[in-house]
Antibody, heavy 119, light 112 residues
Framework: QVQLVESGGGLVKPGGSLRLSCAAS????????MSWIRQAPGKGLEWVSY????????NYADSVKGRFTISRDNAKNSLYLQMNSLRAEDTAVYYC????????????WGQGTLVTVSS | DIVMTQTPLSSPVTLGQPASISCRSS???????????LSWLQQRPGQPPRLLIY???NRFSGVPDRFSGSGAGTDFTLKISRVEAEDVGVYYC?????????FGQGTKLEIK
């Protein structure tokens, strides 16, 4: 069955960096686009970033552009999100999700990893 | 950015009764390829979001048939024919027609 397991979250000071990982299993990872979506505590969902299956295409929300970098390693079935220059407003649960381009949706989501940016 | 507006934001429903959630987009969600990339997600308390409906009305694998989606252009609806206790949670509409992908504010479904 499809499994997505995020890791790498934690407490970081403003201006700091963190790298999130998402380990995928149960499907052919290299066939799928992938996304990161976040959810601030008690708030709604915010799309963060998107990467094509071959890494040739990426896209970012304006709120993270220039600070976050999405990447993937198809040999390791893993998705990453490098987060630099973190701000308090980046505090959220970060979900990775499998994207189905032809359906225009994310069909499977991980459990999420909490990132807290605070001094 | 496309703004997604859901109504109501809270919906108390009696078990066994129907429920309906509306979602309106600030511009048409019809993509240049002819598809409309409007999806509905369910987030139960303490859980990650789960896909219910994609491309307006396509039920995802394993989703009970009491859930249905409809609409076109800028106006969309999620209907639950008979609410069950396990349906409690927050429901989001989301669009993937245009970057940045955006979500509605969420509608909290609770039992009366």
């Amino acid at each position: 069955q499809v499994q997505l397991v995020e890791s790498g979250g934690g407490l970081v000071k403003p201006g700091g960096s963190l790298r999130l990982s998402c380990a995928a299993s149960g499907f052919t990872f290299s066939d799928y686009y992938m996304s990161w979506i976040r959810q601030a505590p008690g708030k709604g969902l915010e799309w963060v970033s998107y990467i094509s299956s071959s890494s040739s295409y990426t896209n970012y929300a304006d709120s993270v552009k220039g600070r976050f970098t999405i990447s993937r390693d198809n040999a390791k079935n893993s998705l990453y999100l490098q987060m630099n220059s973190l701000r308090a407003e980046d505090t959220a649960v970060y979900y990775c999700a499998r994207s189905i381009a032809v359906a225009g949706t994310d069909d499977y989501w991980g459990q999420g990893t909490l990132v807290t940016v605070s001094s | 950015d496309i703004v997604m507006t859901q109504t109501p934001l809270s919906s108390p429903v009696t078990l066994g009764q129907p429920a309906s959630i509306s979602c309106r987009s600030s511009q048409s969600l019809v993509h240049s390829d002819g598809n409309t990339y409007l999806s509905w997600l369910q987030q139960r308390p303490g859980q990650p979001p789960r896909l219910l409906i994609y491309k307006i009305s396509n039920r995802f694998s394993g989703v009970p048939d009491r859930f249905s989606g409809s609409g076109a252009g800028t106006d969309f609806t999620l209907k639950i024919s008979r609410v069950e206790a396990e349906d409690v949670g927050v429901y989001y509409c989301t669009q993937a027609t245009q970057f940045p992908y955006t979500f509605g504010q969420g509608t909290k479904l609770e039992i009366k």
